[in-house]
């Protein structure tokens, strides 16, 4: 399955579309790992991969700019992680996305 462009014009949208491809989990960083809302597993960097990625940006207010990770863990776990992007990022999740080793930017994305 993909994803079209046109479907992700805004971050909500893109939630929606990943959604609709399996991820579901609204990820978290703390204590560096990755966690769901729900305190479940944790993951360490090297145990998740970025598999797309997805930059918003604001049109009248730096602020409202964002990134949207789609992440799937070791064991299979699909979701997605938001921070905003530049000055009011999230420093941990920065730094916990800075050591993710496999980090991939497609055009789609494949269910």
Do not use: W
């Not at 602020?63 to 699909?78: C, E, F, N, R």
């Amino acid at each position: 399955m993909e994803i079209a462009q046109e479907e992700m014009k805004t971050l909500s949208q893109c939630i929606e579309a990943l959604r609709r491809h399996g991820f579901v989990v609204d990820f978290r960083v703390q204590q560096n790992k990755l966690q769901s809302p729900e305190g479940g597993k944790k993951y360490s960097p090297e145990e998740v991969s970025i598999v797309n990625f997805y930059r918003f940006e604001g049109e009248s207010d730096p602020g409202d700019s964002a990134v949207l990770y789609a992440i799937q863990t070791h064991d299979g776990v699909k979701g997605s992680l938001s921070d905003a992007f530049g000055v009011y990022a999230n420093s941990s999740i920065t730094e916990f996305v800075s050591k993710v080793g496999e980090i991939s930017k497609k055009t789609t994305v494949n269910g």
